[in-house]
């Protein structure tokens, strides 16, 4: 079967597959009821129901959701629930979930969501979809005013190609400029400024969501890091990020390599020093190892993607970016078969 | 006492339009038994969202919160630790004597929410990258690489 085969017979079992699935699908719920809101308080509305319908033992603070059509669904009664506490606005992952600019929603890539995180020094660091950046932000000293002061930030070109993704980076880049008022409700933060508002999220994951596979989620030096890797039909691509360190804002970098120049390999450098190692070796490697230039060499291990030759490095350490290194990978016999050097120029 | 829920006809209207489409997508990404709480979840924030009033391409939007709504769902549910993670959560079990092509769900599983949509969006939908690009909010060539990585695990786990 050629691959083109291949595709048409995957297309018409997902057709059928999913045809069937969808035949199967329940009734659409009610639309649910929502009144207006008097205050910005909590971000639910309180929702009536055209008929209550009997559910038995609610939890305190519980209403019916609707039961006009016999099925009830039961939320939280914002006016008599327990609210959850303020989350501290340092110390706090903030997500970034909906940003309007003159009240015109702006979209947010689900791969490339901004993130804000300000230490209690009041050191900020940013990830605007695009770029990573730093800075300091003071609190004050009217209530919920606060000031922030731009530092050091990447300069990754991320235009037209794609999409609306200019257009977040410029709202933040606005809404984190200078004076700006923010409120945090919950877990909920708000910015606002020249018109552009921001709506972030508290989370409690260690690292931005991603659908790239990750490789290595570990430590370094008390620093938490994660790499994650992703496939297409041109080459590979593996991504860092580094929770915030001591004097060391969170960051993230990035390598690509081509498939049509196997002997590539890229070492990326973020603003504070910190790389990682990646490239391609022959798939008659057997082992390889790295070492910073003068220095004693060290075992790396080989990993396959997907069955692929050539092989390729894993990460072995979050490495300084300010020395140059060299990989050398051998045979199974111990022959050398490649020699790579890269880092720093000058 | 409850009041009389002050329904918007527009609102009202526009969920009756993509009502249907949206269960289907959730059945897709979610699983048909909970397909009625993913939309019921999705809906209700987007009905509270202060952006909703501006919001000129609805549909899309509503199938952004049902894809979300389902995201979030699962990175909830999803352990944290701080090891490697090479397996994608599986969003549904699967029975085979009760559940419709089960070989699809099971395929399905396999892949991230973001794939599914893409993947729901193909071939059920039947949009081109571009309009899932649209529908989705994603760039055109993040379609095309969720959808090319999306077939090359649907081939390996349809084999």
């Given at each position: 079967?050629?691959?083109?085969?291949?595709?048409?017979?995957?297309?018409?079992?997902?057709?059928?597959?999913?045809?069937?699935?969808?035949?199967?699908?329940?009734?659409?719920?009610?639309?649910?009821?929502?009144?207006?809101?008097?205050?910005?308080?909590?971000?639910?509305r309180?929702?009536?129901?055209?008929?209550?319908?009997?559910?038995?033992?609610?939890?305190a603070?519980?209403?019916?959701?609707?039961?006009?059509?016999?099925?009830?669904?039961?939320?939280?009664?914002?006016?008599?629930?327990?609210?959850?506490?303020?989350?501290?606005?340092?110390?706090?992952?903030?997500?970034?979930?909906?940003?309007?600019?003159?009240?015109?929603?702006?979209?947010?890539?689900?791969?490339?969501?901004p993130?804000?995180?300000?230490?209690?020094?009041?050191?900020?660091?940013?990830?605007?979809?695009?770029?990573?950046?730093?800075?300091e932000?003071?609190?004050?000293?009217?209530?919920?005013?606060?000031?922030?002061?731009?530092?050091?930030?990447?300069?990754?070109?991320?235009?037209?190609?794609?999409?609306?993704?200019?257009?977040?980076?410029?709202?933040?880049?606005?809404?984190?400029?200078?004076?700006?008022?923010?409120?945090?409700?919950?877990?909920e933060?708000?910015?606002?400024?020249?018109?552009?508002?921001?709506?972030?999220?508290?989370?409690?994951?260690?690292?931005?969501?991603?659908?790239?596979?990750?490789?290595?989620?570990?430590e370094?030096?008390?620093?938490?890091?994660?790499?994650?890797?992703?496939?297409?039909?041109?080459?590979?691509?593996?991504?860092?990020?580094?929770?915030?360190?001591?004097?060391?804002?969170?960051?993230?970098?990035?390598?690509?390599?081509?498939?049509?120049d196997?002997?590539?390999?890229?070492?990326?450098?973020?603003?504070?020093?910190d790389?990682?190692?990646?490239?391609?070796?022959?798939?008659?490697?057997?082992?390889?190892?790295?070492?910073?230039?003068?220095?004693?060499p060290?075992?790396?291990?080989?990993?396959?993607?997907?069955?692929?030759?050539?092989?390729?490095?894993?990460?072995?350490?979050?490495?300084?970016?300010?020395?140059?290194?060299?990989?050398?990978?051998?045979?199974?016999?111990?022959?050398?078969?490649?020699?790579?050097?890269?880092?720093?120029?000058? | 006492?409850?009041?009389?829920?002050?329904?918007?006809?527009?609102?009202?209207?526009?969920?009756?339009?993509?009502?249907?489409?949206?269960?289907?997508?959730?059945?897709?990404?979610?699983?048909?038994?909970?397909?009625?709480?993913?939309?019921?979840?999705?809906?209700a924030?987007?009905?509270?969202?202060?952006?909703?009033?501006?919001?000129?391409?609805?549909?899309?939007?509503?199938?952004?919160?049902?894809?979300?709504?389902?995201?979030?769902?699962?990175?909830?549910?999803?352990?944290?630790?701080?090891?490697?993670?090479?397996v994608a959560?599986?969003?549904?079990?699967?029975?085979?004597?009760?559940?419709p092509?089960?070989?699809?769900?099971?395929?399905?599983?396999?892949?991230?929410?973001?794939?599914?949509?893409?993947?729901?969006?193909?071939?059920?939908?039947?949009?081109?990258?571009?309009?899932?690009?649209?529908?989705?909010?994603?760039?055109?060539?993040?379609?095309?690489?969720?959808?090319?990585?999306?077939?090359?695990?649907?081939?390996?786990?349809?084999?």
């Amino acid at each position: 079967m050629t691959h083109d085969d291949e595709l048409d017979d995957l297309d018409q079992r997902m057709r059928a597959g999913l045809a069937a699935l969808v035949a199967e699908a329940p009734d659409p719920p009610a639309l649910p009821a929502a009144a207006p809101s008097a205050s910005a308080g909590p971000r639910l509305r309180l929702l009536a129901a055209a008929a209550v319908v009997a559910v038995g033992a609610l939890a305190a603070g519980a209403i019916v959701l609707a039961g006009s059509d016999g099925r009830a669904h039961v939320t939280t009664d914002p006016t008599t629930a327990t609210p959850p506490p303020d989350r501290p606005l340092a110390g706090t992952d903030w997500l970034l979930q909906e940003a309007t600019v003159d009240g015109e929603p702006i979209t947010i890539e689900p791969e490339r969501v901004p993130f804000l995180y300000v230490t209690p020094e009041g050191t900020v660091s940013l990830y605007d979809g695009c770029n990573h950046g730093g800075g300091e932000v003071d609190v004050g000293p009217e209530p919920g005013s606060l000031r922030f002061e731009a530092g050091p930030v990447t300069a990754m070109g991320c235009g037209a190609a794609r999409g609306e993704l200019a257009h977040v980076s410029v709202a933040i880049g606005t809404g984190l400029r200078g004076p700006t008022t923010y409120a945090i409700d919950g877990d909920e933060l708000t910015i606002e400024a020249d018109g552009v508002v921001l709506r972030w999220q508290a989370s409690d994951e260690l690292f931005t969501p991603t659908d790239d596979e990750v490789l290595v989620q570990d430590e370094l030096h008390g620093v938490p890091f994660r790499v994650t890797w992703t496939a297409d039909e041109d080459g590979y691509g593996m991504e860092l990020q580094r929770r915030a360190g001591e004097s060391q804002p969170q960051g993230g970098t990035g390598v690509g390599v081509a498939l049509d120049d196997p002997a590539s390999n890229l070492m990326k450098v973020d603003a504070r020093g910190d790389a990682l190692l990646f490239g391609l070796v022959p798939s008659t490697a057997a082992s390889a190892t790295y070492a910073p230039e003068g220095g004693e060499p060290q075992p790396i291990e080989l990993r396959a993607l997907d069955g692929r030759d050539p092989g390729f490095w894993g990460v072995l350490e979050v490495v300084d970016g300010s020395q140059r290194w060299e990989v050398v990978a051998y045979d199974a016999q111990g022959v050398e078969v490649d020699r790579l050097r890269w880092g720093p120029r000058g | 006492m409850m009041t009389e829920p002050a329904v918007d006809e527009d609102d009202a209207t526009t969920y009756a339009a993509h009502a249907t489409r949206l269960v289907a997508l959730a059945t897709a990404l979610a699983g048909p038994s909970a397909a009625e709480d993913a939309v019921s979840a999705a809906v209700a924030k987007v009905l509270a969202s202060p952006a909703w009033p501006h919001v000129r391409d609805r549909g899309a939007y509503l199938t952004r919160a049902v894809v979300n709504e389902v995201h979030d769902h699962h990175r909830r549910a999803m352990r944290r630790t701080a090891r490697e993670r090479r397996v994608a959560p599986r969003a549904t079990t699967v029975d085979p004597e009760r559940d419709p092509a089960p070989e699809v769900i099971a395929a399905l599983a396999a892949l991230s929410v973001r794939q599914r949509a893409v993947v729901f969006l193909t071939y059920w939908a039947d949009l081109t990258p571009a309009a899932i690009a649209t529908e989705l909010g994603l760039s055109e060539g993040s379609v095309r690489k969720h959808l090319a990585r999306a077939r090359a695990t649907l081939r390996r786990e349809l084999a």
